[in-house]
């Protein structure tokens, strides 16, 4: 999948990964149905996150963009705070759930070190991506499915979406390409906190943030 299979996509696109929550913390895995706060760090983390754009705004002179957003807690808490810098209040947010995390079926909620002593090892190291469909959860071509229908509908104008770990991986591999994994380009990992910006095909960081990287992140 690449950015010609659209015949629009927000330009340019600011693509942000939520920051630290306390299941991030303490190594349980999230999903998408328990709201997950952030913690003191992660607080810091949005707050770096939206000086950062607040100076990029300032100084280029381009035009704020919207701001969407996964509808998951973490997702929004990060966005309020970005939010505010920007002059922009939680209400102007637009979320849609299909910018959130990928779905974990069976491992809501619980323990990494406890899935692993069931399943054996879930993770592959060397793409820091699970290495196995999720049970009764998503791989990766049924995140990019739904991201390919959000790109769709999107339009062009600028946007900036705040989201998840391997939903923003698959989500830059659609417009900007990356590493064929399980029949999906994603790209590569960035910390929590991290905010990329693409236009016209190319992607470049515009913040690197301070928290936790890989499928534990997530």
């Given at each position: 999948?690449?950015?010609?299979?659209?015949?629009?996509?927000?330009?340019?696109?600011y693509?942000?990964?939520?920051?630290?929550?306390?299941?991030?913390?303490?190594?349980?895995?999230?999903?998408?149905?328990?709201?997950?706060?952030?913690?003191?760090?992660?607080?810091?983390?949005?707050?770096?996150?939206?000086?950062?754009?607040?100076?990029?705004?300032?100084?280029?002179?381009?035009?704020?963009?919207?701001?969407?957003?996964?509808?998951?807690?973490?997702?929004?808490?990060?966005?309020?705070?970005?939010?505010?810098?920007?002059?922009?209040?939680?209400?102007?947010?637009?979320?849609?759930?299909?910018?959130?995390?990928?779905?974990?079926?069976?491992?809501?909620?619980?323990?990494?070190?406890?899935?692993?002593?069931?399943?054996?090892?879930?993770?592959?190291?060397?793409?820091?991506?699970?290495?196995?469909p999720?049970?009764?959860?998503?791989?990766?071509?049924?995140?990019?499915?739904?991201?390919?229908?959000?790109?769709?509908?999107?339009?062009?104008?600028?946007?900036?979406?705040?989201?998840?770990?391997?939903?923003?991986?698959v989500?830059?591999?659609?417009?900007?390409?990356?590493?064929?994994?399980?029949?999906?380009?994603?790209?590569?990992?960035?910390?929590?906190?991290?905010?990329?910006?693409?236009?016209?095909g190319?992607?470049?960081?515009?913040?690197?943030?301070?928290?936790?990287?890989?499928?534990?992140?997530?």
């Open positions: 999948m690449a950015i010609r299979m659209f015949a629009t996509t927000p330009s340019p696109l693509l942000a990964r939520h920051a630290e929550t306390v299941f991030n913390r303490a190594r349980r895995m999230q999903g998408n149905d328990a709201h997950t706060p952030l913690t003191r760090d992660g607080i810091a983390q949005a707050e770096a996150m939206g000086e950062a754009l607040r100076l990029h705004f300032a100084e280029s002179g381009e035009p704020l963009p919207e701001i969407w957003a996964s509808p998951a807690g973490r997702t929004l808490q990060t966005a309020s705070i970005v939010a505010e810098h920007l002059g922009r209040t939680f209400f102007d947010i637009r979320q849609d759930p299909r910018l959130r995390e990928i779905e974990v079926g069976r491992w809501t909620g619980r323990d990494y070190a406890a899935i692993v002593a069931d399943e054996g090892e879930i993770m592959d190291r060397e793409h820091r991506l699970f290495r196995m999720i049970p009764e959860g998503e791989h990766y071509a049924d995140i990019a499915g739904r991201l390919s229908g959000w790109l769709a509908q999107a339009g062009a104008a600028p946007a900036l979406v705040i989201s998840h770990g391997i939903t923003s991986r989500l830059r591999g659609l417009l900007v390409g990356g590493r064929a994994y399980a029949g999906v380009e994603i790209a590569a990992d960035l910390p929590q906190g991290s905010i990329s910006r693409i236009a016209d190319a992607e470049r960081a515009l913040h690197i943030g301070s928290g936790a990287s890989g499928p534990r992140a997530a």
